[in-house]
């Protein structure tokens, strides 16, 4: 099983710039999640996902949009990318419960200019 | 007050040493803990869930408080390749999970 994949692993955007990250997983887990890691900051929460179709929005949403087409994939889109929005980007997925932990990818690193 | 809230450290121990990081959340209805060991540059790995009786894996020890509100890791024998952030993790029921900001050790040779 390749677990979680994301991609990129790197980009680079100008300010104004739109782009999608990839992420998919083969473990048919219910939960997906985006997730944003900055220096001292932890990792905060931007969109989640309990099962194909349904959406909602984490601690920090704004400026992005996601989907959930099919139980396999979630990307997340950066509609006008700011460079407040460079980060290190994670995805995550589990089985849906409390007892469960996530699975990460393995992150993009994203660099606005 | 953060809902998660742990020692940033450093933590600077040698080899073979204990060490114990501690994590206080807030919310009095959180429901499941978790450890999490995160490497340099890299994604945040499930390293053990916290029950309330305690659990134990080889070198790790978990605890969980909720009188007081906090989890615990113990770490016995270090080795120089625990050296790494530890998470502490709490879901609140629903979806809402809350990382803490990590705990960073070095373990020296």
């Known amino acids: 099983n390749a677990g979680v994949t994301q991609t990129p692993k790197f980009q680079v955007l100008k300010t104004g710039q739109s782009m999608t990250l990839q992420c998919a997983q083969d473990?048919?887990?219910?939960?997906m999640s985006w997730y944003r890691q900055d220096p001292g900051m932890g990792l905060r929460l931007i969109h989640y996902?309990?099962?194909?179709?349904?959406?909602d929005q984490g601690e920090v949403p704004n400026g992005y949009n996601v989907s959930r087409s099919t139980t396999e994939d979630f990307p997340l889109r950066l509609l006008s990318a700011a460079p407040s929005q460079t980060s290190v980007y994670f995805c995550?997925?589990?089985?849906?419960?409390?007892?469960?932990?996530?699975?990460f990818g393995s992150g993009t690193r994203l660099t606005v200019v | 007050r953060k809902e998660v809230e742990q020692d940033p450290g450093p933590f600077n121990v040698p080899e073979g040493a204990t060490v114990a990081f501690n994590c206080t959340y807030s919310?009095?209805?959180?429901?499941?803990f978790f450890w999490y060991r995160q490497d340099c540059r890299k994604e945040p790995k499930l390293l053990m869930s916290?029950?309330?009786s305690g659990n134990e894996d080889g070198r790790f020890t978990a605890q969980l408080n909720r009188a007081s509100q906090y989890i615990s890791l113990l770490i016995r024998d270090s080795k120089l390749s625990d050296s790494a952030t530890y998470l502490c993790?709490?879901?609140?029921?629903?979806?809402?999970?809350?990382f803490g900001a990590g705990t960073r050790l070095f373990v020296k040779a």
């Open positions: 993790v709490v879901k609140t029921g629903g979806f809402k999970t809350i």
């Open positions: 473990m048919n887990h219910e939960y």
């Open positions: 995550a997925s589990s089985y849906a419960g409390d007892n469960y932990g996530y699975t």
């Open positions: 919310n009095s209805a959180s429901q499941s």
């Open positions: 916290v029950y309330s």
């Open positions: 996902s309990v099962g194909a179709g349904i959406t």
